[in-house]
C-alpha cells in the first residue's frame, strides 16, 4: 500500500494494519490497510478488501453510537478511509465484558476470583454471562504488550482523574449496551470488546475502531443456551478461524516460528469471510471497491479542506 503525502502533514505512523497521518497537529487520516496480523505478527499476505471492512463496520458503529458520546470521526472520503479530530489519548483500553471468556475465563480457571480490582462471583463456567457487565482496563502500551489496571492503579498512576474515570466507565457500558442491542437484531451476542477515549480540548471522546471482528469477540445467539448447557464450544464470529489456522500449522508468533505459507486459495477464503463478517454484523450487502491511489489521494485532500473550511 502507498504512503501517501498529504499538504500539511505533520506526522506518519504506520501500524500493524493501519496507517495514520496527522495533519496540522487537529486532523487524523486513518487509511485501513488489507494487512492481517495475528499473534502480535503481521502475515506476509494482504487480504483484499479486508481493510473496506473494518473501516466500514467501525464507521457504522461510530455513527450507531454517536448519541452516547462524541467520537472522533468527521468523514469516510473513501471505503477504507477515515478522516477525524486527532485527541489526546487516555493511555488506557477500556475492555468490557459481557460473559466469561478468553483471558477473564483464563484468570478464573487458574483459581483466581478478582480481574482489575474486580471482584469475579463464583460457580461461573466459560462463556457464562456475568450478572452485569464488567470493565477490566489495561494499559495502552507503547511497545510490548498491554497489561491489566485496576481503576484505584489508573487515578493513582495520573492516567485519569476520578471524575473522567466516572465518564470513562458511563460511556463504556453505554456503548457495551448499545453494541450489544445492535448485535441482538443480528441474532449476535457481544461478548467482549475495548474502547478508546481521549480529549479534544476538554471534551472526553471516543477514538479508534470500535466493535468491529478484530476489536470484539461475538457469539451466535442460536443455540447459545444449549451449547452453554452441553459444555460445547460457542459459535464465534470473529478472525479467531485465522488465528487456529496458524495453531494448526504450528505458529503461535513464539521466537523461532515460522508464518505458514499462505496459499491464493486460503488468502481468497479469509476475504470471503471478513465480507460475511460485515453483512453478518450490519445487515447490508458489501459492495467491493477498488479506487486507484491517485484518487484515494485527491479525496483525501478534498475532504480535508472542506473539514478545515
Known amino acids: 500500500m502507498a504512503v501517501f503525502s498529504f499538504p500539511e502533514q505533520t506526522g506518519f ?33 494482504p487480504i483484499p478488501y479486508k481493510g473496506q ?28 478511509v477515515s478522516i477525524g479530530k486527532k485527541c489526546d489519548p487516555f493511555r ?28 469475579l462471583p463464583g460457580g461461573m463456567k466459560e462463556n457464562d454471562y456475568f450478572p452485569r457487565p464488567i470493565i477490566t482496563p489495561s494499559t495502552k502500551a507503547a511497545e510490548g504488550h498491554d497489561e491489566d489496571i485496576s481503576r484505584e492503579q489508573i487515578i493513582a498512576q495520573g492516567l485519569a482523574t476520578a471524575a473522567e474515570w466516572k465518564v470513562l466507565e458511563d460511556y ?35 477514538m479508534d475502531e470500535i466493535h468491529t471482528p478484530d476489536s470484539s469477540r461475538y457469539f451466535y445467539a442460536d443455540g447459545f443456551e444449549e451449547r452453554q448447557a452441553k459444555g460445547e464450544r460457542q459459535k464465534q464470529l470473529s478472525k479467531e478461524f485465522v488465528r487456529e489456522w496458524l495453531i494448526a500449522n504450528d505458529f503461535m508468533g513464539k521466537e523461532g516460528q ?7 486459495e486460503w ?18 450487502a458489501f459492495h467491493p471497491e477498488d479506487l486507484p491511489e491517485n484518487e484515494v489521494y485527491s479525496r483525501v485532500v478534498k475532504a480535508l479542506d472542506l473539514l478545515k473550511n
Open 13 to 45: 505512523y504506520k501500524g500493524k494494519v493501519r496507517d495514520v497521518y496527522s495533519i496540522s497537529g487537529d486532523w487524523l487520516v486513518m487509511v485501513a490497510s488489507d494487512r492481517i496480523s495475528a499473534f502480535d505478527v503481521v502475515l506476509p499476505r
Open 53 to 80: 471492512v473494518l473501516n466500514q463496520i467501525a464507521a457504522y458503529m461510530l455513527n450507531a453510537t454517536r448519541d452516547i458520546c462524541p467520537n472522533w470521526l468527521r468523514t469516510v472520503p473513501a471505503p477504507h
Open 92 to 119: 488506557i483500553e477500556m475492555v468490557v465484558r459481557g460473559n466469561l471468556t478468553g483471558h477473564a475465563w483464563r484468570t478464573y480457571a487458574s483459581g483466581k476470583k478478582e480481574l482489575c480490582g474486580v471482584a
Open 172 to 206: 463504556t457500558l453505554r456503548l457495551f449496551a448499545r453494541g450489544r442491542e445492535l448485535a441482538a437484531r443480528q441474532g449476535l451476542i457481544l461478548v467482549d470488546t475495548k474502547y478508546e477515549f481521549g480529549k479534544d480540548g476538554d471534551t472526553i471522546c471516543l
Open 258 to 264: 515460522t508464518v505458514p505459507v499462505m496459499e491464493d
Open 267 to 284: 488468502v481468497d477464503t479469509i476475504s470471503k469471510r471478513y465480507i460475511e463478517l460485515y453483512e453478518k454484523l450490519t445487515g447490508s
